[in-house]
């Protein structure tokens, strides 16, 4: 069996461009588009080419974004009064603070600052609790666990009674997707196992997962025998294997042993072009979710 690719680059570019139609009908019914400041403090490489990443895309949709660059000794104080004033701001629908801040800066802080109505992550404790609460209540599902799902609905695979096995228990990707495929609703009422180092016997666990969701960071860790034949397999590892010398790129790979996985799993991610892409695209949609709220009020 040769299992079919769900492609993060394919969903992502048909999000965004149902992102594009929703941008145009928000210009036309209330006269402004949706807006994101996304704010960088300091110049980690890293953070400035995500930063890059997020300006662009949400340029290319016809927002109104801001890229408010802060220098690497801004004060606490100063971030915080920053931070108040995009939360009373009316053209800003979406607050990003780029991670990691610099050491004499509490993220904890500056992330709890944010308001919840404006969290466009999804990691306000407010919005991780209407997470749980599922239905109505959630404003903006985390980024990443909001792609997985959206992954597995649009490749047609059946969630409901499935048996769900999410490898890690982040808060950023295996928490919040499990209690996602947990809750009622389409796309979900799955029954969901959780799995981490202290599990007893991964294999076993692994290996009755109708849909099975790898979030660990370890090359490999998957292996083939593991994989129900016909499931579907999302990975979410990015791990650094290499460096392509031709290229000069890093080498990435996921945490499930991808070509032999493949031959059994009845649709599977890869890595790169999986799950990577659909998070930003994710974080577009909880901006113009945002936007919609704020100016319907
Ligand atoms: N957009 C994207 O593509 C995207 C976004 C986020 C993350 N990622 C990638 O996804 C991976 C996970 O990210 P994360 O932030 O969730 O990582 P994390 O915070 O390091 O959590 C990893 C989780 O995996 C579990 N784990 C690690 N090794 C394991 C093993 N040998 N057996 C069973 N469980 C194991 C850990 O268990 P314990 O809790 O017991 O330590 C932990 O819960 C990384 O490769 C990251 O780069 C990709």
């Known amino acids: 069996m040769t299992a079919e690719i ?6 992502r570019k048909a999000i965004l461009a149902e992102l594009t139609e929703e941008v145009k009908q928000i210009k ?17 490489p890293a953070s400035i080419s995500y930063v890059t ?3 662009q895309t949400a340029e290319s949709l016809g927002f109104h974004e801001i890229q408010d660059n802060q220098p690497d000794d801004i004060s606490e104080a100063d971030l915080l009064a920053l931070i108040e004033k995009y939360n009373t701001d009316p053209d800003i629908h979406g607050i990003l603070v780029q991670l990691p801040l610099p050491k ?15 969290d466009v992550d999804g990691f306000h404790p407010v919005n991780v609790g209407r997470l749980m609460i599922g239905g109505d209540e959630v404003l903006f599902p985390p980024c990443t666990p909001a792609g997985i799902q959206e992954m597995i609905v649009r490749s047609g695979t059946e ?7 999410v490898v890690g228990r982040s808060n950023i990707v295996g928490k919040p997707i499990a209690i996602m495929m947990a809750q009622k609703g389409v796309g979900a ?31 490999n860790l998957v292996k083939p025998e593991w994989i129900k034949p016909g499931s579907t397999v999302i990975d979410v590892g990015v791990n650094r294997v290499g460096m392509n010398e031709a290229t000069g790129k890093a080498i990435l790979r996921g945490d499930v042993d991808y070509e032999k996985a493949a031959e059994i799993a009845g649709k599977i991610t890869p890595v790169p072009g999986g799950v990577g892409p659909m998070t930003i695209a994710m974080l577009m949609k909880n901006t113009v979710r945002s936007a919609k709220i704020h100016l319907a009020r």
């Open 6 to 11: 769900i492609s993060g680059t394919q969903i």
């Open 28 to 44: 036309e019914k209330y006269g402004k588009p949706p807006g994101l400041v996304t704010i960088l403090v300091g110049a980690n």
């Open 53 to 55: 990443l997020k300006v």
């Open 104 to 118: 004499h800066i509490d993220d904890k802080k500056v992330l709890n600052a944010i308001n919840p109505d404006k």
């Open 159 to 165: 969630t409901s009674g499935a048996e769900v096995v």
């Open 189 to 219: 009422n799955s029954t969901v196992t959780i799995v981490h180092t202290r599990t007893k016997d991964l294999a076993s666990h692994c290996k009755r997962a109708d849909i099975l969701i790898v979030a660990a960071g370890v090359p």
